[in-house]
């Protein structure tokens, strides 16, 4: 048997080829990082689930539940798409003393991992962007807030930054402990003034605040689809309830057209000339449709994992009746609505006209002119057009459509069916 010692070589060499590789596999996986299980250096992320591209927190299975308690608290998620009104119930839910609220924490996810593309629809864009913002998502309603700074620009030193988005509207970060520049009798912080006055955002601080207070909101305009937070709905660490803001989708091109002026460029064109530039860019509509269509769907189709957890909002509605549907929204949520709620309805909704372009995204308006305001500013032909390529999802959310520009104009015709859409409970 001249070649068995061949055969003997060539079957030590592969095994070590082997050996090395599977040396090489486990290594280089991201380690353990939390040598000292606590808050600061260990997040909920564990595991198997942990889906974000930024390596360095994975781990930490043995301590998933550090200062949560999941009986306890509330993980309220606003489930909504820009110009839909989430501004105004994610104030709502900030007004409140017991919750702890952050608006859009998923724009830095997304100025991150996507930087060129503020609506891709590429798949592999959106699934990597999807796992990224369900591992954030899990870590802020824990207030792992350092979870946050790998996504911020310039990277925070120190755990301060002064470059969170939008933390002028979030009332605890704008307030003592976490920002001593305002008493604590200034109940309402100008969105402005905190950003003037407040020195860098201290996240260590920022988390304290956040584990201080009774429940977490968030509000989210960068996840298309409800059945896209399946995994966090189901995880037992939460207590997730979703409330998902919709809005007649005339109603956000309107809204869209005015606030996003170089984007919807064309659709300015469109409203001033009477003609469809034939480069318009199309999906600025059809994503908004077609997400609602699926997201609505999922919802009221009453799916076993939602139960108990979503809730669907008309904006139109909130506006009409806006303190009756925020009583309605906290009895979904089983919390006690809280006095500085009402104040901040009553000061916000009943407007005047002289506040109302004070900010792009303020929320201080005069709500109910406001929700149907779209039908004296676009064109027949858009509301048309809108009409056909949303028709469906219209319809189950019950707006209905007009025939023609008399009808659109009439504003004592409300487009606004009444339709109940009870939570799922
Ligand atoms: C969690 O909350 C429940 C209900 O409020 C309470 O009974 C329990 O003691 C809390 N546990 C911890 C660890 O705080
Ligand atoms: C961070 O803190 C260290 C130690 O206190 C200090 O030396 C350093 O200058 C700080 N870095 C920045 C960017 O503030
Ligand atoms: C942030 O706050 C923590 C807790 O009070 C404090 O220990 C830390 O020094 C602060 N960081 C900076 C950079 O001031
Ligand atoms: C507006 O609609 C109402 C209700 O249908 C109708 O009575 C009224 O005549 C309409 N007004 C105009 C100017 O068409």
């Not at 055969?7 to 000292?36: D, E, G, H, M």
């Not at 927190?57 to 309220?76: E, M, V």
């Not at 955002?201 to 920022?206: I, P």
């Not at 966090?232 to 207590?239: G, M, Q, S, T």
Request: overall charge positive; aromatic content about 8%.
């Amino acid at each position: 048997m001249q070649c068995s010692w061949k055969a003997v070589i060539l079957l030590a060499l592969a095994s070590i080829a082997i050996q090395y590789t599977a040396i090489r596999t486990l290594t280089s996986k991201p380690f353990q990082l939390c040598p000292v299980p606590s808050p600061q250096n260990c997040g909920l992320l564990g595991g198997p689930e942990t889906e974000s591209p930024i390596e360095g927190r994975a781990g930490c299975d043995d301590y998933p539940y550090f200062s949560f308690n999941a009986s306890r608290k509330t993980h309220i998620m606003v489930l909504a798409t820009t110009r839909s009104g989430s501004s105004f119930v994610g104030q709502l839910l900030n007004q409140h003393a017991d919750i702890f609220y952050l608006f859009e924490p998923l724009y830095h996810v997304q100025t991150t991992l996507i930087p060129r593309l503020s609506h891709s629809r590429n798949a592999a864009d959106r699934r990597v962007m999807l796992g990224a913002s369900r591992d954030l998502l899990r870590s802020l309603y824990g207030c792992d807030l350092y979870f946050l700074e790998s996504y911020i620009k310039p990277a925070p030193a120190n755990h301060t930054t002064d470059k969170l988005f939008r933390r002028g509207a979030s009332r605890a970060l704008c307030s003592l402990p976490v920002c001593d520049a305002f008493g604590p009798t200034d109940a309402n912080v100008e969105e402005g003034d905190c950003v003037k006055k407040c020195a860098s955002l201290n996240m260590t601080l920022a988390a304290d605040a956040c584990r201080e207070k009774r429940h977490v909101a968030i509000k989210v305009v960068r996840v298309p689809e409800i059945g896209d937070l399946r995994a966090l709905v189901e995880d037992p660490r939460l207590n997730i309830k979703v409330i998902q803001l919709v809005r007649d989708p005339r109603g956000i091109l309107s809204s869209r057209i005015e606030t996003f002026r170089d984007t919807y460029r064309l659709w300015r064109i469109w409203r001033a000339t009477g003609r469809r530039p034939y480069n318009l860019d199309l999906s600025q509509l059809t994503v908004v449709c077609e997400d609602f269509l699926g997201s609505v769907s999922t919802g009221l189709s009453h799916p076993h994992w939602l139960k108990g957890k979503y809730m669907l909002v008309r904006y139109e509605d909130l506006s009409r009746n806006p303190l009756l549907k925020t009583m309605e929204i906290y009895d979904f949520l089983g919390l006690p609505m809280d006095k500085s709620v009402e104040e901040w309805i009553q000061t916000n909704t009943r407007g005047s006209t002289e506040l109302s372009a004070k900010h792009k995204y303020g929320t201080v308006r005069d709500s109910a002119a406001n929700a149907e305001s779209w039908r004296l500013k676009l064109s027949y032909d858009m509301v048309e057009y809108t009409q056909a390529t949303c028709h469906k999802v219209l319809h189950q959310l019950g707006y209905k459509a007009v025939k023609s520009a008399d009808e659109l104009k009439n504003m004592s015709l409300s487009l606004v069916q009444d339709k109940t859409f009870v939570p799922f409970s």
